[in-house]
Structure formats: C-alpha cells, structure tokens
C-alpha cells in the first residue's frame, strides 16, 4: 500500500512539475537560466524511461514519462525559438552529443528485447542502470550554470518547477528503495540533490520585485508635490 500510494505521488508530482516552466517559457516566453542541454535531456530521458517502463511492465513509468516528455519538449522548442544563439551549430553540437547517447541505449534496449528468446524484464535492468548512469549527468548542467554564472538572469526559471522536482524525486527514491529497482532510486537521488541546489540558488538570489506602475505614478506626485512646496518657500 505505501509504495503504491509512494509511486501514484510521485507520478502525479512529476507530470505535474514541468508545466510551471511550460507556462513561464512557452506562454510568457521567459527562457532565461534555462540549460539547453539540461532542456535537451528533459525530452529524450523520459523516452528512455518510456522504454524501461515498458520491458519491464511498469506502466506508471510509461505514463508518467509520456507526461513530462511531452512538457520537455515544450519547453525546449521555446529555448530554440525565443534564444537564437542556442541554435547555433556549437550549442546544438553539445546538446545532441548528451541526448544520442540516451537515444542509441533506447534503440539498442529495443532491439536486444526483440531479439528470439530474449524478454523485456531480461533487458530492462541494463536499460535502467545507463539511464541512471544518464541522470548523474543530466542533474549537471542546470545547476552548474546557476553557480558559474552568479549574475546572469534567472527570470526564466520556474521556482515552482523545482520545488515540485524535488517533492517528486523524493517520492521516487523512496518508491525505488521500497520495491527493490536500484535504477529508480539511484536516478531519484541524483534529481532530488539536483532539485535541491537550484531551489536554494533560486532563493537565494530571489529577484527584487519591481514597484507596481500605481506606486510608482504615486511616488512620482509626491516628489512634484515637495519640489512645488518647496519652490513656494513652504
């Protein structure tokens, strides 16, 4: 019951989580801070855990990645459209490099399962364990370039996103310890530390809000009301 109710919470918080970051790149077209090749993994590893879910059965995996695939890709085609040095050969060199890498192990997984007397369950452990290997490098680059950049703009950075992001590794650690598959909670450790240095990041350099259109029209009378009072020998 609790790795069911562990597993429902962590799928319902991760098809969830990307849809803060789709609003804020794709609605309000706010898309900086965001990593291009952290973007580029957000689409191809869920297709690598769509895969593992299905040779190894697990249909909340399939579900929940058709999810946050879907919002990846998202949010990546309004990185290409909104930022255009990102689709400069160089960048897109670097994120294609990350992303082949996950897309040959999908291949290769599916074509090892459809080969005679071969099972999904056989092949799924393999798949698991270089998509976990995967996540220790795909929690790398967002967090990296918040802290080697300390004065670029964070605008276009969900809080929410990452807050969700780790609630939601948290539920998947715990889920992938519970009922034994090593490559869930190994992937969910790695998201959550990842989750948890841009969270803390994000609050620590916290934009400044600036003063609402009304407050500042008032600031402004009152600045011409002393001047005048001040001009009349008030």
């Known amino acids: ?57 697990q249909e909340i995996q399939v579900v929940t990645n058709v999810v946050t695939g879907t919002a990846g890709l998202a949010i990546l085609t309004a990185l290409l459209i909104t930022q255009p040095g990102m689709r400069s050969p160089r960048a897109l060199r670097l994120s294609a490099a990350s992303a082949g890498t996950v897309l040959t192990a999908v291949l290769l997984s599916g074509l090892a399962a459809a080969l005679p007397g071969v099972r999904g369950e056989q092949v799924a452990p393999l798949l698991g364990l270089l998509l976990a290997g995967v996540s220790f490098l795909s929690a790398i680059p967002q967090p990296l370039a918040l802290l080697r950049d300390r004065t670029q703009d964070l605008s276009g950075l969900s809080p929410l996103r990452w807050r969700l992001g780790a609630g939601a590794c948290s539920s998947w650690l715990l889920y992938g ?48 009301t002393t001047r005048n009072l001040a001009m009349a020998g008030v």
């Open 177 to 224: 310890l519970l009922t034994g598959q090593p490559p869930v909670a190994a992937s969910a450790f790695v998201g959550l530390i990842s989750a948890t240095i841009v969270c803390g990041v994000l609050f620590l350099r916290r934009e400044t809000r600036p003063a609402p259109a009304l407050d500042q029209a008032a600031r402004w009378r009152d600045s011409i």
């Open 1 to 57: 019951m609790l790795t069911h109710t562990l597993g429902v919470l962590g799928a319902a918080l991760s098809m969830s989580l990307s849809w803060p970051q789709v609003i804020k790149s794709c609605v309000q077209r706010r898309t900086r801070g965001l990593s291009p090749t952290a973007c580029a993994l957000g689409v191809v590893m869920p297709l690598g855990w769509i895969t593992y879910g299905l040779l190894s059965g």
